[in-house]
Every structure is written in C-alpha cells, then in structure tokens.
C-alpha cells in the first residue's frame, strides 16, 4: 500500500466521512489540517489541490483527489474489503441514493460559503440550518421506510445488516444536525442507524472530537 494523506478539518462533515471510510478498510493515513474558520481552504495553495476551495482532499501516492463521494468510490475499488457498496446493482442504487440525499440534498445548504450568503444574523442562520437539515432526515427516513416496506430491511444500520456508504454519510449529517439543535424524535429509522454506526470503533475513532485538531 502506498501512501495516504487526507487534508481534513475535525468539524468538516465532507472530511468526517473520509476518515469514517478510512477507518472502515483500515488504511492508515497522514492528516494535513486545514483550518476552515481561518479560511485556509480559500489559500492559493490549498486551491490547488481542490478549486472549489472545499475539504478534503485525498493524496494517494502522491495523486490529488477530491469531492468526498468520488473519494469513497475511489476507495472501495481500490481496496475493495470490507466493501462500502452491495453487489447487487439494485441494492447499490438504492444505496447510492441515500447517499445522495445527503450528498446533494442536505450537505451542499449547511456549507460555509453558503451560510455566509444567508447572512450574518446567527438565528437566520440557524433556522435555514434547521429548515434544511430537517427537511432532507424527513426524506432519508422516508426512504428508509419505504426500503423496510418493500425489502424487509429493518437495520440495525441504514441499509440492513451491513455497514454502507450509506452510513458513512449519515453520521456526519447527524454530528451536524445534534450540533444545530435539530429535534431528531421524528426520525426513529434515522436514530437507529446512527446509533450502530457510531457504537462501532473506527467511526468513533473517526470522530470531530476524536482528531488531533479539534477545539474544545
Ligand atoms: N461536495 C463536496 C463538499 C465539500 C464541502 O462542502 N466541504 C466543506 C466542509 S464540510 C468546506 O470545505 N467548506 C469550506 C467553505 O465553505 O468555505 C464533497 O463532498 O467533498
């Protein structure tokens, strides 16, 4: 195995899911910290590696990679046990589009870059936060209901009774919606899957807490 750097931030929800994979296959890697409340992924240097200014960035043998999804997807084919995606086509959609209601429908409003066009105002903030958030757990849990209804799935994690990519992007977004304040009573699927990925140890070790440059 050659070598791994991940460009990471602790509270960068896009870097949590990295580490989570990371974790999952049991690579080892080199962490280079990037401060995003510094503005440090806004550098000419660190736009480099990734233009859009966002974390993380993957070095594998000495080869930039971004965007955390095709990050993942990376990983699993070139180290492909334990794997983060079913065999089955079917299955791997339906995986697939989990991940998406987060990749696409969640992640992309709670950004920085984002948040700052919303406005200084922190309850404004606060309440897109909310809004946004809560709206897309709403149709991930919904998604899960019906994957119970029509496959008989019924966990412990999101898509049965293995760990997917599917829960490496769904604990992030809970880190970020228990951060925000986000009533997740209504979510009862959601919580569950939660709670197995985050009993396990490499997702622990994974955490915003967990890492070297997390403040208190
Ligand atoms: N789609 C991207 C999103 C990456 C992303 O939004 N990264 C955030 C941290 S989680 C970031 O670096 N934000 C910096 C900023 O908004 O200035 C991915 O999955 O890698």
């Known amino acids: 195995m050659g070598s ?18 990371l974790g999952y296959k049991g690579l ?16 000419a240097e660190y736009k480099a590696k990734n233009p859009m200014g966002y974390l993380p960035c993957l070095v594998l043998d000495g080869v930039p990679y971004v965007e955390s999804v095709a990050i993942l997807e990376l990983l699993d084919e070139r180290f492909s046990e334990p794997a983060l995606l079913p065999e089955d086509p079917a299955d791997r959609a339906r995986v697939r589009a989990l ?16 948040l700052e066009q919303v406005g200084e105002d922190k309850e404004k903030r606060l309440a897109w936060l909310r809004h ?4 897309g757990l ?23 009774e293995r760990f997917t990519m599917a829960d490496v992007l769904l604990v992030p977004q809970i880190y970020a919606a228990n951060r925000y304040g986000i009533d997740l009573e209504p979510f009862p699927r959601v919580r569950r899957a939660n709670d197995a990925a985050t009993a396990l140890p490499f997702v622990a070790a994974a955490a915003p807490e967990a890492q070297p440059d997390a403040k208190p």
């Open 28 to 43: 080892a890697y080199d962490p280079v910290f990037v401060n995003l409340l510094e503005g440090q992924q806004r550098s």
């Open 4 to 21: 791994i750097v991940l460009h990471t931030y602790w509270r960068s929800s896009a870097s949590h899911r990295v580490r989570i994979a």
């Open 132 to 135: 946004f958030i809560g709206r």
């Open 99 to 114: 991940v998406q209601f987060v990749n696409a429908g969640i992640q992309p409003l709670q950004n920085l870059v984002v």
């Open 138 to 160: 709403g149709a991930f849990e919904a998604l899960l209901a019906r994957y119970e209804g029509e496959l008989g799935l019924r966990g412990p994690f999101a898509y049965g």
